[in-house]
């Protein structure tokens, strides 16, 4: 007696990407894709799979390696894959610099009847700086002084040494 058995060769099912779904701007990601078998197998396809992503802040290569640009807010972007007719895709958000820190320099004493330049300097949160003298709002809190738009401080006559506070708003 004789009986036929059919051995079942596993099929491709699915594929998966993992990798990080928060990314800095200016700066690079590795994303890698797996092939999930019907058997229950596995297999790295990370370099064989077509990679593609949504968006004009990012591009990604054909090892999976994603590279963010410069972007002025938070980016929400897909990446996908695709091996062999199957595809996934995967939410990635470019995280944009925040700003920490605003810094005023310039003189700490002043004459009367002067004038005295200050700047603003905005810090942000991936080290980077950036002079917003003239994109800062300027306030100062005294009847012997103003402020320019552009951070030019003015003084009028005074009795007595006074105190001014300027105040630069971003």
């Not at 090892?63 to 972007?71: A, P, R, S």
């Not at 330049?117 to 800062?136: N, P, W």
């Amino acid at each position: 007696d004789t009986h036929n058995v059919t051995i079942k060769a596993a099929t491709l099912a699915s594929i998966t990407i993992k990798g990080i779904t928060t990314v800095d701007e200016n700066s690079t990601a590795k994303y890698t894709c797996t092939a999930n078998y019907t058997d229950g197998s596995t297999k790295d396809v990370t370099n064989s799979t077509n990679w593609s992503e949504s968006s004009d802040y990012a591009t990604i290569n054909g090892n999976g390696v994603l590279t963010t640009t410069n972007v002025d807010s938070d980016q929400n972007i897909q990446i996908s894959a695709n091996f062999e007719g199957k595809s996934d895709t995967h939410s990635v958000t470019i995280k944009g610099a925040s700003l920490s820190l605003l810094t005023i320099a310039g003189e700490t004493n002043v004459d009367e009847n002067s004038t005295s330049s200050y700047t603003c300097t905005a810090t942000y949160s991936d080290g980077s700086s950036q002079d917003i003298t003239s994109l800062a709002t300027w306030t100062e809190n005294s009847a012997f002084s103003f402020i320019s738009e552009t951070g030019e401080l003015t003084t009028t006559e005074v009795d007595a040494d006074q105190i001014v506070t300027i105040t630069a708003s971003y």
